[in-house]
């Protein structure tokens, strides 16, 4: 008989959640800090500040990713994160899932490092590198989501385009977006998950999932992101 997963299984298994509900807590601690000590402490220590990168505090091209400016902010980024994370997270699997946010906040506050001098904080780098992957995946399996991935397609570049163009509004870090986007496509396209179509011992057509190296996207992808920030280093 056909079981479905019981609901608390299911949020005991949800990164996504998990992700979220971190961001919530350090929000609440960046106002209590505000309301103890005047000062936002967490923004401080860990938002993306180029002086503070410069003088050897790489931590800070993650930990902005778990930080945010106001209510209005957190709320929209977690609700985009609770709106694209699942589905992402079922194709991906929690650990796959989790290196794509990763590596999407990690480009993202690169490139901010690279082409802006301004302070940021904030997890859309990492949205943007989901949404980056949804397009990526979509395209890749796109024989087998049949005539419906051309439309979804669509929808999503549509959505990177309106976002992108919102980002130009002032106080808002689109080369942290762009490099989220960056750092999403690369992980998802070359350790994403996609499915092609082979014939099985009896003759039957069946959807298989290609292997992945993802150690090698992996390594990849950290040595791209030292060299980039050895060239901001040598620019300096």
Known sequence: MYRTEPFIERVRRSA?????IITVILYAFQNASQIIFGNDLFLFFGA????FIFAGQFWRFFTPVLLHGSLLHIGFNMYA???IGPSLERRYGIRSFLLLYF????FGNIFSFLFSSNNSLGSSTAIFGLIAAQAVYIYKNRILLGSAANLMLRSVLMMIAINLVLGLSPGIDNWGHLGGLV???LFAWFAG???GISENV???NVIVREDKREIVVIAGLVLLAILLVLV?????
């Open 232 to 236: 901001r280093f040598a620019l300096r």
């Open 193 to 195: 998950p996609s499915y």
């Open 183 to 185: 750092g999403g496509f």
């Open 48 to 51: 993306k500040i180029n002086v």
């Open 81 to 83: 994160l609770y709106s």
């Open 16 to 20: 996504t959640l998990y992700i979220i």
């Open 202 to 204: 009896f003759g039957e």
């Open 103 to 106: 590596f999407g906040a990690i």
